[in-house]
């Protein structure tokens, strides 16, 4: 026997061995596939192994689908399965829709499912929702006062609310639609604002249903991914009166004013007496420099020869009248000396 002929037949030896074992290896999954009516190729599932693709979850999930009557072919599977998504969750949630009678083809529900990717939700309860709405509390218990919005009446009166708002999910508008959160502020928006526009907390408590009306009639849920059915208040508690603190605030902070600018009047008032004051002494100050100038006035006399010795007799002998005088009248200053 040549040596070509023993290489020949080596290699169909190692091909043959190749064969075997592929065989051998995915005859399970073939067989399976094939006896549920879901055939899957050997070279196909030597591609998914090859790709690093779980060929036996991607072969399990298309034996599911089509034993619901989803035909779904293992490409479109391996596509959203590199893509990162839940292959599991899709193929689910499209047998519940279908089951439900939900429109939604498998693009779709692919888009739902990697929109969902990192936010704790999965498409499959996103279809759920859809089927069997779902309660959100708005706020959360964590929000707020105790879990409750306040809100004013116009007449200052505060009211603690809290609501339940049923929602469905509205899978054409899920990808790209705003989520719970933007419910809950829409919700608590048109709460306060209904309240606010109350002439008295009584209408509302009188007739709570207008606040479910009033924010139904707003369209709290365009642009998200829900469809509001109902907005039911929960409960209602009246609070404090917001209008009279206010009133009470602003009298105290009046009052405050007030003092000040008193204040500020009678030290200018002290002020000006203080001013007062000081001119008296001044002016008693220029009488005596004035009442001085007197004895001068005579020692010149005397000196020019304009007064004589009976003339200042006289003039002291005034003097002691009006002394007297003025101390008969009970004058306590005296007189001038």
Sequence with gaps: MSTLEI?????????????????????NLWLRARIANAPVSFPTLLAMWLRGVPNAMIVDTRITAAKAGIPI???????????????THVVLSLIASDKAGIPLDFNRACAIDLACKGTGKTVLEAVRTSINPKV??????????????DAVAKDGISLRVRA???VRTNLDRFVGGATEDTVIARVGEGIVTCIGSAASYKD?????????KLVLHKGVDSGTAFEILSIDIADIDVGENVGAKLQTEQAE?????????????????????QEMSARTQEMRARVVEAEAQVPLAIAEAFRNGQLGVMDFA??????????????????PSGGSK
């Design 164 to 166: 339940r708002v049923t």
């Design 314 to 331: 006289k003039y002291k002998n005034v003097l002691a009248d009006t002394e007297m005088r003025t101390k008969i009248a009970g004058d």
């Design 253 to 273: 902070a009046d009052k405050k004013i007030a003092q000040a600018m008193a204040e500020m009047r009678r030290a200018a008032a002290v002020a000006l007496e």
């Design 136 to 149: 959100i509390d708005c706020p959360h218990a964590d929000m707020g006062r105790g879990g409750k919005i």
């Design 73 to 87: 072919g293992t490409d479109q599977l391996e596509a959203h399965f590199l893509a990162g998504g839940e292959v």
């Design 7 to 27: 290489f020949l037949i080596g290699g169909v030896i190692i091909v043959a061995l190749v064969l075997f074992l592929m065989v051998a290896k995915f005859f």
């Design 204 to 212: 509302v408590l009188e007739n709570p249903d207008a606040i479910s």
